[in-house]
């Protein structure tokens, strides 16, 4: 439920800020966006699936917890850093700087947070699980509401507050949680990418299933028709979320 929930709330943002900001603009932060989400599996590698299948005790899971957030951490700086310095190099008529280096911030901090998350779950924390996810999503809601009563128009704005609301509550959830800072040690790093590349694959499949549409779409005919086009397809994928 509370998964269904927060996708809903997404979905609402996605409608409300496109309906405020227009299609061209919407469409050159969902191409961000987008684009940015589907390179996410370079840090990501399916570690959280991987680790909701792991029989571990509490001092292993606290261990293998401290490692992912340390993997996604540098691992979510180098590939923000690729992305942002890249993508305009090649589209500069598509991908903007800014938005993208905004969008970045968001979703790596949200990956960090659903690693928080997982470890939740893995406890049997499931009404703080549920109850830290549904704020998550209420806020970056809010943040949107916040913004359309002041009147703004721009979408960088808004970008700068969805990714606020990441942060936030990133760092909360690794506050309450308190990983340790660890050194990586390569030999021990090889072995959880390995036994996590077919949970990697699984979530990269997923996810060009969700997002492949609008990068291609942006790339053959721009960013106006991205701004129509993606918020029919974010409500598909959120009613994706119902029957499961």
Not at 19 to 32: A, E, H, I, L, N
Not at 51 to 74: A, D, G, M, R
Not at 155 to 184: D, E, M
Request: hydrophobic share 55%; proline share 4%.
């Amino acid at each position: 439920i509370a998964a269904a929930l927060g996708q809903f709330m997404m979905m609402l943002f996605t409608f409300l800020l496109a309906r405020r900001v227009g299609p061209v603009s919407y469409g050159f932060y969902f191409s961000s966006f987008s684009l940015l989400f589907l390179t996410s599996i370079l840090f990501n590698n399916g570690l959280d699936t991987w680790l909701l299948n792991q029989k571990l005790n509490e001092t292993e899971l606290h261990e293998t917890y401290s490692q992912i957030v340390t993997v996604k951490t540098i691992g979510g700086i180098v590939w923000a850093a690729l992305v942002v310095v890249i993508a305009p190099l090649i589209r500069p008529d598509v991908y903007l700087r800014t938005l993208l280096l905004i969008n970045a911030v968001d979703i790596w901090t949200d990956a960090v947070f659903m690693s928080s998350l997982a470890v939740l779950n893995i406890q049997g924390r499931v009404k703080e699980y549920s109850i830290s996810l549904i704020l998550s999503r209420t806020f970056k809601l809010l943040s949107l509401l916040m913004l359309m009563f002041l009147g703004t128009e721009e979408v960088i704005p808004y970008a700068i507050g969805r990714a606020f609301i990441s942060i936030v509550v990133a760092t909360v959830a690794l506050c309450r949680l308190k990983p340790r800072i660890i050194p990586i040690r390569f030999p021990a790093l090889l072995n959880k990418l390995k036994s996590s590349r077919f949970f990697a694959l699984s979530d990269f499949l997923a996810t060009i299933y969700m997002q492949i549409d609008i990068t291609l779409l942006n790339l053959m005919v721009g960013s106006f028709q991205v701004g129509v086009y993606s918020p029919a397809s974010s409500m598909i994928n959120a009613l994706f979320v119902l029957p499961t």
